[in-house]
């Protein structure tokens, strides 16, 4: 086990009444005016925009909005909203949806702290030594940006994605009530699943030895979110799978399933550029592409931890005599769930072809010029390698 520091400052108002803590626990932070951030409408449709507002005003809390985020978010919407802090004298953001809203305002918050174009700080590394408070009201269980020191932001004239993490990005406090997640389409809940499921995945398939307590969560929070992932699915009312993959989105990326292991993160570092190339593509549909594949490319190199994941969360008989069978049955066995989620596995699903591939391994790779790490460093041959194993 490696050694770690494990930080989680994040306050959470878990269930059917956490919209009514709004506004006294931002009261109490000496909040007076907040930026309310959202995409494209739907909390308002949903009525969630006008409970934040109603919990706002009894505090006697005054909002500026900022709508229309949308999936991938873009670096624009976060100079318009650092725009809108300038002018109001704003010292709060509040995310009212997803990770894609949560990570415009951590963008917001590091820009106006730093009085730093956030994008040269994402694109040049460059770490925040401030920020602004950001709370989040979450609509929908996938990104964890909730709890994660993580973000992700777009920016179209580059035709790319890329992320930044430090502890500074970690909300000050969220609001999870899972009801707030019914509305959520079949299609986005199982990205969402995917999403929740990867974040510890990368955790997990690491070479690190003797994680045990670690791996044993990890393990049961992947058992608990591929059991609530279908009934979710056949029931979006179904308060308690809701409610377990709301938790789970959180603490799969908040560090705690990966705690002494080192996670390399290439899946999902290529999936950020897949995001960048091809706006449409939802990030959690990315990934139900390219973890099988990468997953067939990798695990040679560890069969061991390969074969315990496909027995105990998929239920696959161990085969002492070949592992090795265990190991890809346990992949094929991942990639039928994503499946019976309605989600793609091959590129050629999200329309995607071979030409496009070459393209990508070099944006990933930058032009041979950066490696990912996994069991082996993944130049840009061996990243178009694995993303030719999910044509």
Not at 381 to 387: A, D, F, P, R, S
Request: charged share 25%.
């Amino acid at each position: 086990m490696k050694n770690f520091q494990f930080y989680t400052p994040t306050k959470i108002y878990f269930g059917t009444d956490a919209e009514s803590y709004i506004g006294r626990d931002l009261k109490a932070r000496g909040v007076e005016r907040v930026l309310l951030v959202y995409g494209g409408g739907s909390v308002k449709k949903s009525g969630l925009f006008d409970k934040v507002a109603k919990s706002l005003a009894e505090e006697k809390i005054t909002y500026t909005e900022l709508g229309g985020v949308e999936p991938n978010p873009k670096i624009d919407k976060v100079y318009e909203g650092m725009e809108l802090v300038k002018q109001h004298g704003i010292r709060f953001l509040l995310a009212v949806g997803g990770g894609s809203v949560i990570d415009t305002c951590k963008s917001i918050s590091i820009g106006i702290a730093n009085d730093r174009d956030p994008w040269e700080m994402i694109e040049k590394e460059i770490m925040p030594e401030k920020a602004m408070m950001v709370g989040c009201v979450l609509s929908i269980a996938a990104a964890g940006s909730e709890m994660s020191n993580s973000h992700v932001i777009s920016n179209p004239a580059k035709n790319i994605k890329r992320g930044l993490n430090h502890d500074l990005l970690r909300p000050t406090v969220a609001f999870l009530n899972p009801e707030n997640t019914y509305s959520v389409s079949p299609y986005q809940t199982a990205c969402g699943i995917v999403d929740i499921m990867m974040h510890t995945f990368e955790r997990y398939l690491t070479p690190e030895k003797d994680c045990e307590i670690s791996d044993r969560i990890a393990e049961g929070l992947l058992t608990a979110v591929k059991e609530a992932g279908p009934r979710a699915l056949k029931d979006p009312q179904d308060y308690e799978a809701r409610a377990t993959l709301m938790w789970a989105s959180s603490l799969s990326h908040n560090t705690l399933t990966g705690l002494g292991r080192v996670g390399g993160w290439a899946p999902h570092k290529m999936s950020l550029d897949v995001g960048g190339a091809f706006d449409r593509v939802a990030h959690g549909a990315a990934l139900s592409v390219l973890f099988p594949a990468y997953c067939r490319y990798v695990c040679r190199y560890d069969m061991q931890r390969f074969t315990r994941l496909a027995v105990r969360l998929w239920g696959v008989p161990m085969n002492f005599e070949h592992p090795e069978e265990t190991a890809y049955a346990g992949i094929d066995a991942c990639e039928r769930y994503f499946r019976s989620l309605g989600m793609p596995t091959r590129f050629s699903e999200l329309e995607i072809e071979e030409k496009d591939l070459e393209m990508l391994a070099e944006m990933t790779s930058r032009g041979d010029t950066f490696t990912l790490s996994s069991y082996i460093p993944l130049h840009k041959k061996e990243i178009l390698e694995v993303l030719r194993l999910g044509k």
